[in-house]
């Protein structure tokens, strides 16, 4: 299926991604994405990953390439992966 084989395309590109201003997503640092919102005080991060190991890794990323002031202000967790 040409629509299953463009989206597994998709899924090999990983890094950082800026998706609109103020929001960013971190995607193939494992088996889910990591999505940054910029907020007025600081950083929500949505589905921050599987690990701590990941999810520090993603969010250097994002400091090393965006922005290295803002603290994390909260953390949403969707839904799980393992």
């Known amino acids: 299926n040409p629509s299953l084989w463009r989206q597994e395309r998709l899924n090999n590109l990983y890094g950082l991604f800026k998706?609109?201003?103020g929001i960013y997503q971190v995607r193939?640092?494992?088996?889910?994405?990591?999505t940054i919102i910029e907020?007025?005080?600081g950083l929500i991060l949505?589905?921050?990953?599987?690990s701590e190991?990941?999810?520090r890794a993603a969010l250097?990323?994002?400091y090393d390439n965006v922005d290295a002031k803002r603290p994390v202000?909260?953390?949403i967790?969707?839904?799980?992966?393992v």
């Open 53 to 55: 190991e990941t999810a």
């Open 60 to 62: 250097k990323l994002y």
């Open 39 to 41: 907020g007025k005080t």
């Open 73 to 75: 202000k909260a953390i």
């Open 46 to 50: 949505v589905d921050p990953l599987v």
């Open 77 to 81: 967790n969707t839904h799980s992966h």
């Open 28 to 34: 193939g640092y494992d088996m889910s994405n990591m």
């Open 19 to 21: 998706v609109v201003d």
